[in-house]
């Protein structure tokens, strides 16, 4: 079966990749009429590859190593008197190169033989329904985090809401700077309007920026996925790349635990994910509005014993900042 999935991601990066050469034609317009120079650089440093190669077909005996370093103090010489002219006509010196949203592959969507992690990340997010997960995260991120609805008045073990949300701000935030140095996975749990997906959109935001992939997703969504996997695979696109993906994420944001329909395969499904991401150092965060002693009462000994094991526990409490927004409303 063709994966429509798939090709139209494809679509998607060639729309990206035209409208970035289409941006690069009006650059360079506006440009070469401040500095007719940089115009004048540009079709040196064109022409000189292009003399090099016609060079060497035509005289094989030509010493292409001396040719190549001499074209390389040519043009790096070049490089910087345009780099000084654009800053000398007030434009950035990589205005001219900026231009990809996927600096990895010119948004082609591969580097060499390998599928870009830009790629995989849209085929995540078609996959699981994350095409609105961009504009969630221009919301919700770390630097719209507002410590306001949380209170300083503290509970019987001394600590208030706000103390304690500003501890797990410092979590998560070191969460996204040792990423991929430090495997580590984070748990929250707490009632529900106390911020856990909040700032699992801005671990996601912050990781999708430095382009790592993340697939963010509800517990019932994940178990569905599954299930039809299990039911439906001849029937669903691409199959075996959409549960993979699943492992194989940078990071894996699994929301909710605790409101899917609780089935044995589901808890088999469950402890292999965990357990085999554990194995690979594939780090997790995992929300619930379950306390642990509630997650013992629902999971088994296998699933709690790896959660509380190898996650931080991170305990949320305070008012539900839903409600206090909508009374401030």
Known sequence: MTDEIYSACIRELNADKA???????????EVYEKSPRVKEIDETLFSTGLNLSRLALGDPSADIDKLLSEMEIQNAKLNREKKSLLK??????????????????????????????????????????????????????FENFD???????????????????????RVCMK?????????????????????KTFLCNSVAKDLLDNGKTVLYTTAPQLFKVFEDY????????????????????????????GTEFIAMNSLTEFFNIVNAR?????????STNLSPNELE????????????????????????IRLLKKYNR
């Open 19 to 29: 409208g970035a050469e289409r941006l690069l034609d009006a650059r360079r317009r």
């Open 88 to 141: 000398d006509c007030g434009f950035k010196q990589n205005y001219l190169t900026d231009i990809y949203k996927c600096k990895l592959c010119a948004d082609t969507g591969f580097t060499g033989n390998e599928q870009c992690r830009c790629l995989t990340q849209k085929l995540i997010g078609r996959r699981y329904g994350q095409s609105n997960l961009k504009d969630i995260l221009q919301k919700e991120n």
């Open 147 to 169: 410590l306001r609805y949380y209170s300083e008045e503290k509970d019987a073990n001394g600590v208030s809401p706000k103390a304690n949300i500003k501890n797990i701000y």
């Open 175 to 195: 969460f996204v700077s040792d990423f991929g140095v430090k495997p580590s996975n984070l748990l929250f749990y707490g009632a529900t309007g106390l911020g």
């Open 230 to 257: 299990r039911s439906h695979r001849d029937d669903m696109e691409d199959a075996d790349n959409t549960v993979d993906i699943v492992y194989e994420s940078d990071l894996l944001i699994i929301d909710d635990l």
């Open 278 to 286: 554990l194995l690979t150092n594939k780090s997790m965060i995992v």
């Open 297 to 320: 009462t629902i999971y088994t000994e296998r699933i709690v014993s790896r959660l509380i094991g190898n996650f931080t526990m991170l305990k949320f409490f305070g008012q539900d």
